[in-house]
């Protein structure tokens, strides 16, 4: 009798795995796909209900004789024509069409249009939305935004140099050298990473500005690197471990020296690992934005410009979600560099 049921619920089983992958999925996928849907809105569609699931090519207008010039409406899904704009300036309307409806038009464009409502009363006219027009006036209306993405760039640089040099180095010191303390002094690198980035932030502004590293790109670098030189510590002692000190010891045999040894040798081995710890600071400095709205004033990173496009006075969601898909190009452009080294680390070291 338990055998005739044994399939069943071997079936049961995997039925209920593959529901649980397709949850995950499906929880994961539908904010990401909202958010590049949003980006690509215009400006009356984002803050439309319900919120279109896909960004229109192109918008059907009407364009008819008004109280105070001409007046412009857009059709809407159910068919009907929405009044936009009342108006007899031609720069107004090319204006508001451009930056509320992404639709670029000319003023000759208008003018012939506005001719022909003289003539006929109404007129219909179809035109291409500018799909790509919420990243334009993302930097072209918010504060600082490119040189806030260079200077980004900047900072997860230097937090990838300063985790990596420090943090490389004191991982194959734990790895290779034997010393009193050296649990304990592995375990408490982890200490920094206990408390929030706001609690280390509060008390670096002193600091940094006695130095007078306050709102400067190394600033926030030494900051940021705080918590990555932990996190690459164990990752890098760890990789380190798995590469036989004899390899080494062959090569100075051989006439190597220790850092001939470890440069030829062991570097190459270790390098899935440091690029492991390489993605996690630049991931960590480059979406860090508690400590960088603290610790910067005039010249903020391009998370904070994206946080500022957002809750500003003049603050959109479809601009910000613009920033926001300009915010994951640089990490998803740095993991397909470091892809082939990240999947060695996965799969294990082979020696």
Same mark, same amino acid.
């Given at each position: 009798?338990?055998?005739?049921?044994?399939?069943?619920?071997?079936?049961?089983?995997?039925?209920?795995?593959?529901?649980?992958?397709?949850?995950?999925?499906?929880?994961?996928?539908?904010?990401?796909?909202?958010?590049?849907?949003?980006?690509?809105?215009?400006?009356?569609?984002?803050?439309?209900?319900?919120?279109?699931?896909?960004?229109?090519?192109?918008?059907?207008?009407?364009?008819?004789?008004?109280?105070?010039?001409?007046?412009?409406?857009?059709?809407?899904?159910?068919?009907?024509?929405?009044?936009?704009?009342?108006?007899?300036?031609?720069?107004?309307? &090319?204006?508001?069409?451009?930056?509320?409806? +992404?639709?670029?038009?000319? !003023? @000759? #464009?208008?003018? *012939?249009?506005? %001719?022909? $409502?003289?003539?006929?009363?109404?007129?219909?006219?179809?035109?291409?939305?500018?799909?790509?027009?919420?990243?334009?006036?993302?930097?072209?209306?918010?504060?600082?935004?490119?040189?806030?993405?260079?200077?980004?760039?900047?900072?997860?640089?230097?937090?990838?140099?300063?985790?990596?040099?420090?943090?490389?180095?004191?991982?194959?010191?734990?790895?290779?050298?034997?010393?009193?303390?050296?649990?304990?002094?592995?375990?408490?690198?982890?200490?920094?990473?206990?408390?929030?980035?706001?609690?280390?932030?509060?008390?670096?502004?002193?600091?940094?500005?006695?130095?007078?590293?306050?709102?400067?790109?190394?600033?926030?670098?030494?900051?940021?690197?705080?918590?990555?030189? &932990?996190?690459?510590?164990?990752?890098?002692? +760890?990789?380190?471990?798995? !590469? @036989? #000190?004899?390899? *080494?010891?062959? %090569?100075? $045999?051989?006439?190597?020296?220790?850092?001939?040894?470890?440069?030829?040798?062991?570097?190459?081995?270790?390098?899935?690992?440091?690029?492991?710890?390489?993605?996690?600071?630049?991931?960590?400095?480059?979406?860090?934005?508690?400590?960088?709205?603290?610790?910067?004033?005039?010249?903020?990173?391009?998370?904070?410009?994206?946080?500022?496009?957002?809750?500003?006075?003049?603050?959109?969601?479809?601009?910000?979600?613009?920033?926001?898909?300009?915010?994951?190009?640089?990490?998803?452009?740095?993991?397909?560099?470091?892809?082939?080294?990240?999947?060695?680390?996965?799969?294990?070291?082979?020696?």
């Amino acid at each position: 009798m338990a055998s005739t049921f044994k399939p069943l619920i071997k079936a049961s089983r995997r039925t209920m795995f593959y529901l649980f992958v397709v949850s995950i999925t499906v929880m994961i996928i539908t904010p990401l796909f909202f958010l590049i849907s949003l980006s690509f809105l215009s400006t009356d569609a984002s803050y439309s209900y319900p919120l279109p699931l896909l960004p229109s090519l192109s918008e059907n207008y009407e364009l008819t004789t008004g109280e105070r010039g001409y007046l412009l409406s857009l059709e809407q899904r159910n068919g009907e024509y929405k009044t936009m704009l009342d108006t007899d300036d031609m720069e107004k309307m &090319a204006v508001y069409m451009k930056t509320r409806l +992404s639709t670029p038009i000319s !003023i @000759p #464009e208008l003018e *012939e249009l506005t %001719a022909r $409502v003289d003539h006929e009363g109404t007129v219909y006219f179809k035109r291409r939305s500018d799909l790509l027009n919420n990243y334009y006036t993302f930097f072209q209306i918010t504060r600082d935004a490119g040189p806030a993405f260079i200077r980004s760039l900047q900072i997860a640089g230097m937090t990838i140099l300063i985790s990596l040099s420090i943090g490389g180095l004191a991982g194959y010191a734990f790895a290779r050298y034997t010393f009193i303390g050296k649990n304990l002094l592995k375990f408490s690198t982890l200490f920094v990473r206990m408390f929030p980035a706001i609690a280390i932030a509060l008390p670096m502004v002193i600091i940094l500005a006695k130095m007078g590293f306050y709102d400067q790109p190394i600033g926030l670098s030494l900051v940021y690197s705080i918590g990555s030189i &932990a996190l690459t510590i164990w990752i890098t002692s +760890s990789i380190f471990m798995g !590469i @036989p #000190e004899s390899l *080494e010891e062959a %090569a100075q $045999v051989f006439g190597a020296t220790k850092f001939q040894a470890f440069l030829r040798v062991t570097f190459p081995l270790a390098l899935p690992g440091l690029a492991a710890a390489a993605m996690y600071a630049f991931l960590g400095a480059w979406n860090e934005t508690v400590s960088a709205i603290i610790l910067t004033q005039f010249n903020p990173t391009f998370s904070v410009v994206v946080y500022q496009s957002l809750v500003g006075a003049t603050g959109q969601v479809n601009l910000a979600a613009a920033g926001g898909m300009v915010m994951a190009i640089p990490s998803v452009i740095f993991t397909f560099f470091i892809r082939r080294y990240i999947r060695q680390m996965w799969g294990g070291m082979t020696i």
